[in-house]
């Protein structure tokens, strides 16, 4: 199974700019799935993209990934303060369904 | 509250002793697996689960380790012999196999472990 590598490692940003962070792996997947992990709720699931999907949105979050390229990125607009987390992708880990977690972006929204 | 649920959410121990977390999943999901995460570190795969079979182990999981689920619904986690490596985050999580390749799993809030 192979893990993803994020970067930036650390964003720090103010509350309404965008963040964006990206996500690179190696060999050819199906999905890339990613999650967000802030003290208060735990590790949630964002937004899983196909690999026949180019862009994907949900509500402030936007996903593209480019298969010929082998990343990934997250495009959070107009953050805010509880947007602060870190962010792992999370590729499959070939059999039974299990998927392998990056070492994530820690962003901080500075209010 | 119908997510994923663990217990205790917080464990302390000295070294030696034997520790069992609980994880009780979203009740129609047949999927369980179990991570573990350390400061810094993205959850790292131990084991899974499909019902009540346990069909994947990691090597992090030693013979110390042992994952049960017993009736495919609630699991449990056992660690033997605790050791100061093994203090870490457990995160519990399921999902529910659908026959495509798509996999969201819902994680639980975790067992922080301190072994002293």
């Known amino acids: 199974s192979q893990q993803g590598e994020e970067d930036p490692q650390a964003l720090s940003i103010q509350e309404g700019e965008n963040a964006t962070m990206n996500c690179s792996y190696k060999?050819?997947?199906?999905?890339l799935q990613w999650y967000r992990q802030n003290s208060g709720r735990g590790l949630v699931h964002l937004i899983l993209i196909r690999s026949n999907e180019r862009e994907k949105h949900s509500g402030r979050l936007r996903v593209t990934l480019d298969t010929s390229k082998k990343s990934s990125s997250l495009l959070i607009t107009a953050s805010r303060a509880a947007d602060t987390a870190s962010y792992f992708c999370?590729?499959?880990?070939?059999?039974?369904?299990?998927?392998?977690f990056g070492t994530g972006t820690k962003l901080q929204v500075i209010p | 509250d119908t997510g994923v649920s663990q217990d205790p959410r917080h464990k302390i121990t000295k070294r030696g002793q034997n520790v069992t977390f609980r994880c009780d999943p979203i009740?129609?999901?047949?999927?369980l697996y179990w991570y573990r995460q350390t400061l810094g570190q993205g959850p790292e795969f131990l084991t899974y689960f499909q019902n009540e079979a346990q069909l994947e182990k990691s090597r992090l999981l030693s013979d110390r380790f042992s994952a049960e689920r017993p009736k495919g619904s609630f699991s449990t986690l056992e660690i033997q012999r605790t050791e100061q490596g093994d203090s870490a985050m457990y995160l519990c999580?399921?999902?529910?196999?659908?026959?495509?390749?798509?996999?969201?799993?819902?994680f639980g809030p975790g067992t922080r472990l301190t072994v002293l």
């Open positions: 999370a590729l499959p880990g070939g059999g039974y369904q299990k998927v392998t």
């Open positions: 999580a399921s999902s529910l196999s659908t026959g495509s390749r798509d996999n969201e799993q819902f």
């Open positions: 009740s129609e999901h047949n999927r």
């Open positions: 060999t050819s997947i199906n999905n």
